[in-house]
């Protein structure tokens, strides 16, 4: 696709329900990464794929997350039995191979869990 | 372990005006890229600007340039002329070349606010 897309756009989710969130990268982009922003904040590094496999998942704030990436392609975090502390903007970002090009971002998924 | 460090929270500027974004960072590293990004209320983070260390040449894109300086290990962000659509919260980060794609580590940002 042109860009990075992520969905849902928003979601509101009860406390101790899973979540999916989805994101597809530009076509071509072999890596793929998946970062946490709370109000206000900035950016926390969650995962990062290098086609499917994840080379880095140091970020993961707890076994209740977890991530995959099929077809080198969509890649969907998944947080299981919701707290309100993971309520955050989801931010998904794709890259081409190489250090020197910058991320092209989604427009995240606003979590919201009541 | 690198780290990005942007001190202030939040700026204010006049439409029409100049303002300079600070932005530090710390590793041992002696090649890496330095990006700023923007992300206005949209949530869309927009890449700005890039600039690689082994070029001693400030980086410049229209009304952005940077002030890169190596051996202080600063990069700051100038916006010239700023405009009401630069509002925006600004990320500064930094990309280390080791590694086949090496993660970007981010600063907490800085709130941009332009004065009509």
């Known amino acids: 696709g042109a860009g990075v897309s992520q969905s849902p756009s928003n979601k509101v989710t009860e406390k101790g329900k899973d979540v999916e969130l989805r994101c597809d990268p530009i076509?071509?982009?072999?890596?793929l990464y998946w970062y946490r922003q709370s109000l206000g904040q900035g950016l926390e590094f969650l995962i990062y794929?290098?086609?499917?496999?994840?080379?880095?998942k140091s970020g993961l704030p707890s076994d209740r997350f977890s991530a995959e990436r099929t077809g080198g392609s969509v890649s969907t975090l998944t947080i299981q039995r919701t707290q309100q502390e993971d309520s955050a903007v989801y931010l998904c970002?794709?890259?081409?191979?190489?250090?020197?090009?910058?991320?092209?971002f989604g427009s995240g998924t606003r979590l919201t869990v009541v | 372990a690198q780290t990005v460090t942007q001190s202030q929270p939040e700026m204010s500027v006049q439409e029409a005006e100049t303002v300079t974004l600070s932005c530090t960072y710390d590793?041992?590293?002696?090649?890496?890229?330095l990006f700023w990004y923007k992300q206005p209320p949209s949530r869309q983070m927009i890449l700005v600007i890039r600039?690689?260390?082994?070029?001693?040449q400030n980086a410049t894109e229209n009304r952005f340039s940077v002030n890169f300086q190596k051996a202080a290990k600063s990069f700051s962000l100038k916006i010239s002329d700023s405009q009401l659509g630069d509002a925006a919260m600004y990320f500064c980060?930094?990309?280390?070349?080791?590694?086949?794609?090496?993660?970007?580590?981010f600063g907490k940002g800085i709130t941009l606010s332009v004065r009509p």
């Open positions: 970002a794709s890259s081409p191979p190489g250090q020197r090009y910058g991320y092209t």
């Open positions: 076509s071509g982009h072999t890596a």
């Open positions: 794929f290098q086609g499917n496999s994840a080379p880095d």
């Open positions: 590793t041992s590293e002696s090649d890496y890229y």
């Open positions: 600039q690689e260390a082994y070029k001693q």
């Open positions: 980060a930094y990309r280390s070349v080791l590694g086949a794609n090496s993660k970007l580590t």
